[in-house]
């Protein structure tokens, strides 16, 4: 499971940011298809708005796009390169704070200013732990009416799944994988989070989880991840929470990619 030092050394250190994070896209068509296809369908109810935080943005995959439907942008990321290669590439963004914390603390968000929390294809490596410190610190640095929408894993629901893959022949798992027989851990999901744990640790932070949506990844149909929406208790999005399942999401991408290719959007 990775720990807060792992990610700290494979985003700093270990992993090559030549493609600016671009290469997890690709298999939607590329990051604009992913946004247009994807992220935006899923978040359009609450955007624009005034303040996004976003967790963990890496090279800034996301934050092209999230700096256009705000007023305000602040990216927190563990990786010290990660938040100066972001400096340079949005120089001429006016509406963007840049900060490094912990790889948990959000002591640099003023409490009750945020309207929107993102994080999409990131905080699927971080553990439960850290989570859970995200989580409490969200409770308070929502606005009454704020939203979080985070992208975090659901592996630890298939544990034996994960343990056949775990005992199975490195020169035989990346086939089956991609066969859909096993499940991804190439992926590098947390297996300590489950949805369950997501929802139940939103009410212990004193939050109110309203939406999940299970989906599969890049391969096969186990959905390792999960969408969630969480707010504040008598905002106005807080409802009783809805769970759905995208067995085929990996399908969305092979299709979005499909038709990326002869559309409007290059």
Same mark, same amino acid.
């Given at each position: 499971?990775?720990?807060?030092?792992?990610?700290?050394?494979?985003?700093?250190?270990?992993?090559?940011?030549?493609?600016?994070?671009?290469?997890?896209?690709?298999?939607?068509?590329?990051?604009?298809?992913?946004?247009?296809?994807?992220?935006?369908?899923?978040?359009?109810?609450?955007?624009?708005?005034?303040?996004?935080?976003?967790?963990?943005?890496?090279?800034?995959?996301?934050?092209?796009?999230?700096?256009?439907?705000?007023?305000?942008?602040?990216?927190?990321?563990?990786?010290?390169?990660?938040?100066?290669?972001?400096?340079?590439?949005?120089?001429?963004?006016?509406?963007?704070?840049?900060?490094?914390?912990?790889?948990?603390?959000?002591?640099?968000?003023?409490?009750?200013?945020?309207?929107?929390?993102?994080?999409?294809?990131?905080?699927?490596?971080?553990?439960?732990?850290?989570?859970?410190?995200?989580?409490?610190?969200?409770?308070?640095?929502?606005?009454?009416?704020?939203?979080?929408?985070?992208?975090?894993?659901?592996?630890?629901?298939?544990? %034996?799944? @994960?343990?056949?893959?775990?005992? $199975?022949?490195?020169?035989?798992? =990346?086939?089956?994988? !991609? *066969?859909?027989?096993?499940?991804?851990?190439?992926?590098?999901?947390?297996?300590?989070?489950?949805?369950?744990?997501?929802?139940?640790?939103?009410?212990?932070?004193?939050?109110?989880?309203?939406?999940?949506?299970?989906?599969?990844?890049?391969?096969?149909?186990?959905?390792?991840?999960?969408?969630?929406?969480?707010?504040?208790?008598?905002? %106005?999005? @807080?409802?009783?929470?809805?769970? $759905?399942?995208?067995?085929?999401? =990996?399908?969305?991408? !092979? *299709?979005?990619?499909?038709?990326?290719?002869?559309?409007?959007?290059?």
């Amino acid at each position: 499971m990775p720990g807060l030092e792992e990610n700290e050394q494979v985003w700093t250190e270990g992993w090559d940011w030549s493609e600016r994070g671009e290469e997890w896209s690709r298999w939607w068509g590329g990051s604009e298809a992913m946004w247009a296809g994807a992220l935006l369908p899923r978040i359009h109810s609450f955007v624009p708005t005034g303040t996004i935080l976003e967790i963990a943005p890496g090279y800034g995959r996301w934050t092209q796009y999230l700096k256009g439907v705000c007023e305000r942008l602040v990216i927190v990321d563990l990786a010290a390169n990660c938040i100066e290669y972001c400096k340079d590439r949005f120089a001429t963004a006016t509406n963007i704070e840049y900060h490094v914390n912990d790889g948990r603390s959000l002591d640099m968000v003023a409490d009750g200013s945020v309207d929107l929390a993102f994080s999409f294809d990131s905080l699927v490596h971080a553990e439960a732990a850290v989570l859970a410190a995200y989580l409490e610190q969200l409770a308070s640095k929502l606005k009454p009416d704020g939203v979080a929408f985070l992208h975090h894993s659901n592996l630890g629901s298939y544990r %034996r799944a @994960a343990a056949v893959s775990n005992r $199975t022949p490195r020169r035989l798992l =990346r086939p089956l994988v !991609r *066969r859909g027989v096993l499940v991804d851990l190439y992926a590098w999901r947390a297996n300590d989070v489950t949805a369950e744990w997501f929802a139940a640790e939103c009410d212990r932070a004193g939050l109110v989880c309203v939406t999940q949506e299970l989906l599969s990844w890049e391969w096969g149909h186990y959905m390792i991840d999960t969408l969630s929406t969480v707010t504040r208790p008598g905002s %106005r999005w @807080a409802r009783p929470r809805v769970t $759905t399942r995208s067995p085929f999401f =990996r399908w969305e991408g !092979r *299709r979005m990619a499909r038709l990326y290719a002869r559309s409007s959007f290059h």
